[in-house]
């Protein structure tokens, strides 16, 4: 092919992707950085000015619910750790042939539903009228109906429930390439299971501890429907302070704001995670 | 390691119950004879996804307007974003493994950036952007663009930005497994380069192609947060269901969230079969 028309094939092809990137991801967020920085001065009047960065330090709820959304997506994302790796080990190490692959199948099948539906039934097994109570009342164990719901335990209990493959799956992958060998070795060397598991299991799964962590991390500090519904007015997530400012009280540049601290929070965790650990992106997220 | 102990055993299938209990309970609760979706069981009914509403004063799902234009909208939204995912992710496939440029590793990363965005975010980002355009353009055309309003048509463009990512994956970890000799032979046999495509490069991709048209349904038809943002009045199913449950539903949003159970679980083994075929 002569050159131009190589070029005008090269430009065909990388429309799309600039067009995607362009409008879908790059001005977006140009836009709402500048929105962000655009303070209102009089009714309808906007000037550019840090005031709403200055309005979330200087106002506790909305600064006390950003650090209260951190605070329990780390919980959330070191008890799914924990929960999801006696599984992974399982799956990955003990489970042979149709076992291994019928367990890894029905770790997937719930997480192909609507993370909505997966919140109706928690919310149908711990409200007050709900499953739990009504096992309660009905086996004497309770005078009166228990509320299980709206508390920051049924949050975090949900939280945890839509994180879980998310780890299993990047776990299960690092365990599978662990060679038995070196674990036979660890055993020969005098090495109890827990010193096992301590010196050669959890190190050669690294990678994908990262990569599991970063992910839930994500997803938990970026969900809204799960907060917002298994906690009710107990909720108090940051995603939807940045719904109200934009759905319901209109305030755009406070909304986006709090977008960008929002950004901020779930980009400086996986970049300081994969720091921590030398790996890129590509690859972490490959694994998932 | 090995040998598990018993504990260890109980633990996974404690676990393994723990995983089905919420989705169990939805399902058969959708069959219950009560007005609320709560327990104790009233006996064994049909009326949540048939009924007329004579019995519980409500409709089953199948006559309810409510749910069944959420389900439209699901539609309106999910084939859109499905088809361009799917030829635009090609499109993209191509440039991440057959083209040479400057630049061409910013790009890549750029394309996997959008899985690292909070869907609200990406959702606020979007509606502002194009409130901006619209506001913009309607000014100087002095015509009302109510597609980059709310609504729809922004949904769709909200969810592909980051589903054209899964989707460019997809089709793109096929394309590096193609031997390039197949299409040298093609071409010293006399074919045209659209000849070669049609004949031998887009057979070779199509099960990648069907792949990630069906991933980008199934994600399209869940995605909860991106569309919270953008939606108008005319609300897909998820938005449907959070409205329901924020007022407290009657049991045919069991009934709904079972047709979406067993419907997800069809594509979702409909993509295994078509990924397995390598």
Known sequence: MKKPARNLTLFLLLAPAFLWLGLLIVLPHVEILILSLSERVAPRVYAFGFGNYLEFFTEPLYWRTFARTAGISILVTVLTLVLAFPIALYIARVAQGRL?????????????????????????????????????????????????????????????????????????????????AVVEAGYDLGGSRWTVLRRIVIPHAMPGIVAGSIIVFMLTVGNFATPVLLGGKNGLWFTEQIYAQFITRFNWPQGAAFGMLLLLLSSATVWLGLRLTGQNLGTTLRQA | MNRPTLAWKLY???????????????????????????PPWQGFTLEWFIGTGVVFGKPGVLVDPIWLDSIANSFKVAIPVALLAVIIGTVNAWVLER???????????????????????????????????????????????????????????????????????????????????????????????????????????SPALVGAGLVALLMSFENFNTTLMLVGSEAPLPIAMYGQMREGASPAINAVSLMLMLAMGGTASLFALTSKQR
């Not at chain 1, 164990?141 to 998310?166: K, S």
């Open chain 1, 100 to 180: 291994k692959a019928i367990l890894l199948l029905l770790c997937l099948l719930p997480f192909w539903v609507s993370e909505l539906v997966r919140t109706l039934g928690w919310m149908m097994i711990l409200r007050e009228t709900g499953v739990i109570s009504y096992v309660l009342l009905a086996t004497g164990l309770t005078e009166q109906r228990v509320e299980f719901l709206y508390n920051d335990g049924a949050v975090i209990l949900g939280l945890v429930y839509g994180g879980l493959l998310f780890m299993i799956v990047p776990l299960a992958n690092a365990l599978e390439s662990l060679e038995p």
């Open chain 2, 12 to 38: 996974v299938g404690a676990f393994y119950a723990f995983l089905f209990a919420p989705l169990l309970i939805v399902a058969i609760f959708a069959f219950n004879a009560s007005q609320f979706p709560s």
């Open chain 2, 99 to 205: 083209a040479e440029f400057r630049g061409k590793t910013v790009l890549a990363m750029m394309m996997i950036l959008p899985l690292v965005i909070p869907g609200v975010v990406l959702g606020i980002s979007i509606l502002a952007f194009f409130s901006r355009l619209a506001n913009g353009l309607e000014d100087w055309l002095q015509t009302d663009l109510d597609f980059l309003r709310p609504g729809l048509p922004l949904v769709v463009l909200g969810q592909l930005s980051f589903i054209l990512t899964i989707a460019t994956l997809i089709i793109a970890a096929r394309l590096r497994k193609f031997d390039r000799s197949l299409e040298e032979a093609a071409f010293d046999l006399g074919a045209s380069r659209a000849r070669v495509l049609r004949t031998i490069t887009l057979p070779f991709l």
